[in-house]
Structure formats: C-alpha cells, structure tokens
C-alpha cells in the first residue's frame, strides 16, 4: 500500500514537472527581459512649452542620460536629411541639437510625443518643430518674432533640457 502512494507521488510530480516545462515557450532563455535601466543612447521623448511672467519656457524631455546638447540661433531652419525648409513662420530661431540621441527605437519606431510642427502664441515663442531625427541627432527648431534673449540648463529625474526665453512683462498666455 505505501509502495503504491509513493509511485503515485512519483508519477504525479513527474506530470507537474512536465506541465509546468510545457508551459515555458521554447527560447525563452533567450528572450528578452524589460528593463527598467536607461537606454544606451538617449531618446527624445517630448518637447513642450509653457508661458510665465517674465519669460516662455521650452522643455525637452529625454529617457536616458542627457546627452551633449548645443542651443545655437540661425537663419532658418532645415528638415536634416532633406534639407527642405521648415513652414515655421517668425524673424528669428534656434537650433537645438541633442546628439547622441534618437527619438526612435531599436527597431525605428518612434517614441517622440511631442509636436512634429506647431505655431504657438505665446510672448516670445512663436513656434517649434522636430527637424530632425538622423544620423543619431536629434534637432528641435523655435521660432520667434523677435531676437530671443534665451538661457539654458538641465533639469534631473527625469531628465530634461530646458530653454528659458525672456519677455516684457505680462504673459498674454
């Protein structure tokens, strides 16, 4: 009797064993596992803007460690890649170049949430478009109507460039 309760534990652990391998897809040592670290480059995630008293401020929003950022005022503004000129109306812009950095994944989806192109009306910032995403660059454009006097600094957890552009007093926004 004991002989015949020890072979049904035996069988009936060898069923579980053999349920539970069944259930484990083939390669799943393989797979790969979500992860909670920072990306190897960093990605462009959203651009956003907002209005204050004496100054419109422009945030970039990245996943991963910031990467080298150059902020410099141009004549116009390109679509990198093509070249073609960006329909942002305004007098006046800013190039702002984050690189290395994508806002696309692995596999070229995007993961920017921001404004591809956007007019905006507030005191000093008139609009912003994402012009490009190439070559491992990642360039946001501002346009202005008049010379922008800007300064920039970063901002952590998360991280974050941000472009603060002064005004007259009194945000009409």
């Known amino acids: 009797m004991h002989h015949r309760h020890t072979l049904a534990a035996v069988a009936a652990g060898i069923l579980l064993t053999a349920g539970i ?4 897809p083939a390669g799943a040592a393989n797979a790969p596992t979500l992860s909670t670290s920072p990306p190897a480059t960093a ?6 803007w907002g209005g204050h ?20 005022q141009v004549r116009s503004l390109h679509y990198d890649g093509s070249g073609e000129r960006v ?16 806002a696309h994944d692995d596999d070229g989806r995007s993961v920017y949430h921001g404004p591809r192109l956007v007019k905006i009306h507030l005191p000093a910032l ?43 007093v009194g945000c009409r926004a």
Do not use: C, Q, W
Request: aromatic share 8%; glycine share 8%.
């Open 21 to 24: 391998g069944a259930t484990i």
């Open 43 to 48: 990605l462009v995630v959203n651009a956003r």
């Open 53 to 72: 008293t004496t100054f419109d401020r422009l945030v970039i929003d990245v996943r991963g460690k910031m990467p080298p950022v150059t902020v410099h």
């Open 87 to 102: 329909p942002l109306a305004g007098k006046y812009f800013l190039e702002i170049r984050l690189s290395p950095a994508a």
């Open 126 to 168: 008139k609009g912003v478009a994402l012009t490009g995403d190439f070559e491992g660059m990642v360039t946001i454009g501002a346009a202005f109507d008049t010379k922008p006097a800007y300064k920039t600094f970063r901002l952590h957890s998360p991280e974050r460039f941000v472009v603060d552009i002064a005004h007259p």
